[in-house]
């Protein structure tokens, strides 16, 4: 079964700033999807990035960006130009095309607190 | 921009009690999940559901808990005889096709068994 892990519990930023969030993953497959979800205070899942495992290239949407290492099973989000309403938590999740019921592995989470 | 709607947002409900959680997927989504999230917890997959039938479900999903289309629009889940620890927030998805899509969710329905 894959796992994905988080080993930020919480990350702290100055606005304006950048910050690296981390995670790995488990898996066997060669073939598969990884997720970044923002859920803000109001709790939605909103999705950020998504990376297809067999594009080489780093998914990239507006000050948000990937580094995808697959060899090393990462997959970490990168948020430039941090702005307050970046302060939410955000789980990385995995699914993979094969899966039957097409359901998603989500991490541990990691809160990012945006300092003014 | 289509969007997954649920309902209640919030719902309160006695120990033992049944309840039935709402969600409205996209359209033309074919694919609909339901995921929970216990308080400080991380998102656990539940039940996916495709052509009207469950495609995948975890060990959470029991025989407490079933899922329905009921009329072609609305996708539900029933949590029969409730207990404390069903307690959490209940996120609906939906996505249009298997593997090559992403999944959108709800805002969710936070569930509170007293």
């Known amino acids: 079964a894959q796992t994905v892990t988080q080993s930020q519990p919480e990350m702290s930023v100055q606005e304006a700033e950048t910050v690296t969030l981390s995670c790995t993953y488990d898996?066997?497959?060669?073939?598969?999807?990884l997720f970044w979800y923002k859920q803000p205070p109001s709790r939605q899942m909103i999705l950020v990035i998504r990376?297809?495992?067999?594009?080489?290239q780093n998914a990239t949407e507006n000050r948000f960006s990937v580094n995808f290492q697959k060899a090393a099973k990462s997959f970490s989000l990168k948020i430039s130009d941090s702005q307050l309403g970046d302060a939410a938590m955000y789980f990385c999740a995995y699914r993979s095309p094969k899966a039957a019921g097409n359901k998603l592995t989500f991490g541990g989470g990691t809160r990012v607190l945006v300092k003014p | 921009e289509p969007e997954v709607t649920q309902t209640p947002s919030h719902q309160v409900t006695q120990m033992g009690q049944e309840v039935i959680l709402r969600c409205v997927p996209i359209?033309?989504?074919?694919?609909f999940y339901w995921y929970r999230q216990i308080l400080g917890q991380k998102v656990e997959f539940l039940v996916s559901f495709y052509n009207n039938e469950i495609s995948e479900k975890s060990e959470i999903f029991d025989d407490q808990f079933s899922v329905e289309r009921p009329d072609g629009s609305n996708f539900t889940l029933k949590i029969r005889s409730t207990k404390l620890e069903d307690s959490a927030m209940y996120f609906c998805?939906?996505?249009?096709?298997?593997?090559?899509?992403?999944?959108?969710f709800g805002q969710g329905t936070r569930l509170t068994v007293v």
């Open positions: 990376q297809e495992a067999y594009k080489q």
């Open positions: 998805a939906s996505s249009e096709l298997l593997g090559h899509t992403e999944a959108f």
């Open positions: 898996t066997s497959e060669s073939d598969y999807y």
């Open positions: 359209s033309n989504h074919l694919y």
